[in-house]
């Protein structure tokens, strides 16, 4: 079992930035490719950015692609989301989630088997 914990939302004007955590722990971090997924009221969850376990392979959503950028840090056992010029349409709880792979990432929910319990986002206009 892995345990996620998530971190660091808040409510932030457009144009601002949050930065989320997602601190693992339970079973080795060794091996788990990591992502974000957001849900809006409403909606479904929705793929945001993943990683791969040896960093060296990241994957983004068109919507998110060059404001936001996702990191870990292995030896810390935690991933990071930082989202920069925020709009009112990233509006969501925000989830990471762990998917046992150790090449590449994943951009479907589906396979990811643990997930954390969500930080809330909020982007006023």
């Known amino acids: 079992q892995v345990q996620l914990v998530e971190s660091g939302g808040g409510l932030v004007q457009a144009g601002g930035s949050l930065r989320l955590s997602c601190a693992a722990s339970?079973?080795?971090?060794?091996?788990?490719?990591m992502g974000w997924f957001r849900q809006a009221p409403g909606k479904e969850r929705e793929f945001v950015a993943a990683?791969?376990?040896?960093?060296?392979?990241?994957y983004y959503a068109d919507s998110v692609k060059g404001r936001f950028t996702i990191s870990r840090d292995n030896a810390k056992n935690t991933v990071y989301l930082q989202m920069n010029s925020l709009k009112p349409e990233d509006t969501a709880v925000y989830y990471c989630?762990?998917?046992?792979?150790?090449?590449?990432?994943?951009?479907?929910?589906?396979?990811?088997?643990?997930w954390g319990q969500g930080t809330q986002v909020v982007v006023s206009s």
């Open positions: 989630a762990a998917d046992p792979r150790f090449v590449g990432a994943s951009v479907l929910n589906s396979d990811y088997d643990y």
């Open positions: 339970g079973r080795t971090f060794s091996g788990y490719a």
């Open positions: 990683i791969s376990w040896s960093r060296d392979s990241t």
